[in-house]
């Protein structure tokens, strides 16, 4: 495991104070560099773009099967399946267009706060109270018990928030309550980096969209969003962070949402934000000019998970009313 | 003892302003553009955006799939 160990002894000319001298005046620097780059809103340069025309967007699916609350969901690549999991402790794997279960497992704990669908299509990942990421290959025998070939990947010492493989089967990245995330070879279980600096738990990542996928976002309760190299608490604003502009460049709220947005997503093109909140709703912001643009009701309670499909010809949205929901 | 934690935290901190400060930044004017330019460039593949025909878009279609 990565930590690199460095001599803790002062250095020549170095105290803490210096140290801190140094970090205080670094702070001022780039406060005043990113105020420099403020010359304008993004909204105010939106201004001139074309009115987003009315959305046509309702539930086409409604998919019902787990017993409790539905925590997270991920589509597969080839566009119609998902799985998804629930605090009743099972993992479900549906066909997004017939809504058959093609697979179902049931894992050792309840509060199965995460899951994902390796590239392949052939495997799932999963965990969450067991404080582990397990790796599920998806069998064509349904006669075949998925979970006597589960592998055990990653290990954590608090609850697995989220996990996302990278560009492969290989490797795992995972987020947890225990502050951290890693990356994990999937076929060996080993750590292969860990990621410290959020100061409390965790509670969701997001891979940067590209082909050598070596950039990852993770959000925690310290309210950070932290961007790392490699590689949501429900806030009532939902925001956007420019990296090159290195500064927030817009703000989704509007006093009339009083409610927390747990989870977001972008519609293809960047244009639309889907936010899924504690209210029930689903919220669709325009990105660029920064309004609302419709409320999707539907569900009955809150909306834990929402994710665009791979072609975006669609969206998904999973709820603690038990059901996922398909929108297009 | 603690000291020495300090000492490797302080560092530790100092090192990732550095990489911070060092960063290459762009106007918030140049990157609304550029974010304006991508999602008018994508625009017309954005089923969401723009709507896709029934006939085209395998949720909006009643009839069952068949896997050929």
């Known amino acids: 495991a990565a930590a690199q160990s460095r001599p803790s002894a002062l250095q020549s000319g170095e105290s803490l104070a210096t140290l801190k001298n140094e970090s205080d005046s670094l702070k001022k620097k780039l406060e005043e560099e990113r105020a420099k780059l403020h010359d304008v809103e993004l909204n105010q340069v939106a201004e001139k773009v074309e009115l987003v025309s009315a959305l046509s967007i309702r539930t086409r699916r409604v998919l019902k099967g787990h017993g409790n609350k539905v925590l997270c969901m991920d589509w597969c690549k080839d566009k119609r399946r998902l799985v998804s999991s629930s605090q ?3 993992v479900i794997v549906w066909d997004g267009y017939t809504l058959n279960k093609e697979h179902a497992v049931t894992m050792p704990c309840t509060w199965v706060m995460a899951c994902a669908y390796a590239p392949s299509g052939c495997a799932v990942a999963c965990g969450g109270l067991d404080n582990k990421c397990s790796v599920y290959p998806l069998s064509l025998d349904k006669n075949e018990n998925l979970a006597a070939k589960k592998k055990s990947v990653a290990m954590h010492t608090n609850y697995l928030s989220g996990c996302s493989f ?3 089967d290989m490797q795992l990245l995972t987020s947890s309550g ?3 995330c890693a990356l994990w070879d999937v076929e060996s279980g080993q750590l292969l980096q860990s990621f410290h600096g959020h100061t409390a ?3 969701s990542l997001n891979l940067a969209p590209s082909e050598t996928g070596n950039t990852f976002v993770s959000g925690g309760c310290d309210k950070k969003a932290n961007v790392w190299d490699m590689l949501p608490c ?4 939902c925001r956007l962070y420019d990296l090159r502009a290195d500064r927030e460049v817009a703000v989704y709220q509007k006093d009339s949402i009083i409610f927390g947005a747990s989870s977001v997503d972008f519609s293809l093109s960047g244009r639309l934000l889907f936010a899924g909140y ?9 990105v660029l000019k920064g309004n609302r643009i419709s409320v999707l009701f539907g569900h009955e309670n809150r ?19 038990t059901s996922l929901r398909i929108w297009a | 003892m603690s000291t020495n934690n300090s000492i490797a935290q302080a560092r530790k901190l100092v090192e990732q302003l550095r990489i911070e400060a060092g960063m290459e ?9 550029d974010l304006m330019s991508y999602c008018e460039q994508h625009a017309r593949s954005d089923a969401l955006l723009v709507g896709l025909p029934a006939s085209e878009n395998p949720f909006k279609d009643k009839k069952p799939c068949i896997i050929l």
Do not use: E, H
């Open chain 1, 278 to 286: 504690n209210d029930y709703t689903i919220n669709v912001w325009d």
């Open chain 2, 25 to 33: 930044r762009i106007k918030v004017s140049k990157a609304a553009s």
């Open chain 1, 178 to 180: 225990d502050g951290t």
């Open chain 1, 303 to 321: 909306v834990s998970c929402v994710k665009v499909s791979p072609d975006g010809t669609s969206f998904a949205s999973a709820s603690w009313d």
């Open chain 1, 88 to 90: 009743d402790g099972k």
């Open chain 1, 201 to 203: 738990d965790v509670l």
């Open chain 1, 166 to 168: 990278t560009n492969s």
């Open chain 1, 234 to 237: 429900a806030s009532v604003s």
